[in-house]
C-alpha cells in the first residue's frame, strides 16, 4: 500500500449535509482496500483565481493509504460528483 494526499473542493453553496454525504462516499472507496489516517477540513477559502465564476471553495484535506489501483476510481467518483469542484490526489513519497 502507497501513502497519499488528495485535496477535494466542495463547492460553496452546498449544503453541510450534502457536502458531507459526497465526502463519505468518497471516504468509503477509500477504506475498501485501505485506510484514512488522517482529515483535516479546512473550510472556506479565497480562491487564487475565479472557477466557474466561484471566488472560494470549501477544503478538505485527506491522508490516507491505499493500492494504487484504487486512485483512478478515486478521482472518477470524484469527477461525477456535482458538489465535488477540483481534487487533486498526490502519492507522498517516503
Known amino acids: ?10 463547492y460553496p453553496e452546498v449544503e453541510e449535509e450534502k457536502r458531507n454525504t459526497s465526502f463519505d462516499r468518497l471516504k468509503n472507496a477509500i477504506e475498501k482496500n485501505g485506510k484514512v489516517l488522517n482529515i ?14 466561484k471566488n ?30 477540483r481534487q487533486m490526489i498526490v502519492k507522498v513519497e517516503n
Not at 500500500?1 to 488528495?6: D, G, R, T, V
Open 1 to 10: 500500500m502507497n501513502k497519499y494526499e488528495a485535496v477535494i473542493m466542495f
Open 56 to 85: 472560494e471553495a470549501y477544503y478538505i484535506f485527506v491522508e490516507f493509504e491505499t493500492v494504487p489501483e484504487d486512485i483512478v476510481e478515486l478521482n472518477r467518483l470524484a469527477k461525477i460528483m456535482d458538489p465535488v469542484m
Open 40 to 53: 483535516d477540513e479546512w473550510g472556506m477559502k479565497k480562491l487564487a483565481y475565479e472557477i466557474e465564476y
